[in-house]
């Protein structure tokens, strides 16, 4: 069983209002990453991290940052928050290793009105 | 570019019948292939995962998957399906290396009863 922790699993926000998506993973995995899926649609990774102190953006454009101040931990900040930021936002980690799969949390589904 | 394609969207079967879900990657060398499947409101959970050797790998919930490198291919199999496997399935691929994994956009499926 993976321990990959996501919270709010659900978030309804105003427009404008700095939000912060909490990850945290207990298995040591050194490599994290947030992925954004719209309903019905692939998975693009949005932000990743090698370990500490270290952050790099995806594939997918995003206004959203991270830090990676601590090894389990990996939160996502939205400063201000608008409707086209709404989307299921999913956290997964993984060993520092050639072809480690990814476990994945329950994801964080945004709405922003 | 790098790129997983599942041609399929939508999958309907009978309770009981066999199912293929279908998956082609394109990269600049074979990289590790996973299935993950996904129920509705939920993370992704690993079926399986080839890196090398044997071309028939086994996963669970009774699903296995064949890699074809001539066709560039990681098809999904059941020989019976239940309803309770009515998800979406996503098929990834990745290098090993740091970077995240890229996902297929998935299909969906649905059992008859």
């Known amino acids: 069983e993976a321990d990959i922790y996501q919270t709010p699993r659900y978030l309804v926000i105003g427009t404008g209002k700095k939000i912060t998506l909490e990850c945290s993973q207990t298995?040591?995995?050194?490599?994290m990453y947030w992925y954004q899926q719209d309903p019905g649609m692939e998975l693009h990774l949005i932000h990743y991290?090698?370990?500490?102190?270290?952050?790099e953006k995806g594939d997918l454009s995003s206004e959203s940052t991270v830090s990676r101040i601590r090894t389990e931990h990996f939160p996502l900040t939205l400063e201000s928050a608008r409707p086209s930021h709404t989307s299921q936002y999913l956290c997964?980690?993984?060993?520092?290793?050639?072809?480690?799969?990814?476990?994945f949390g329950q994801g964080t589904r945004l709405t922003v009105v | 570019a790098q790129s997983v394609t599942q041609p399929d969207i939508h999958i309907t079967v009978s309770e009981g019948a066999s199912l293929e879900l279908r998956c082609n990657y394109s990269?600049?060398?074979?990289?590790?292939l996973f299935w993950y499947v996904q129920s509705p409101g939920q993370g992704l959970q690993l079926l399986l995962k080839?890196?090398?050797?044997?071309?028939l790998v086994q996963g669970i919930k009774g699903f296995e998957a064949e890699f074809k490198r001539s066709q560039s291919s990681f098809n999904l199999r059941k020989p019976s399906v239940h309803w309770s496997d009515a998800a979406e399935y996503f098929c990834a691929a990745g290098r090993g290396g740091a970077d995240g994994l890229t996902f297929g956009k998935g299909t969906h499926l649905i059992i008859q009863p």
């Open positions: 990269y600049g060398a074979t990289p590790y």
């Open positions: 080839y890196f090398s050797g044997d071309t």
């Open positions: 997964a980690s993984s060993e520092y290793r050639r072809g480690s799969e990814a476990f």
């Open positions: 298995m040591g995995h050194d490599k």
């Open positions: 991290s090698y370990g500490v102190n270290s952050t």
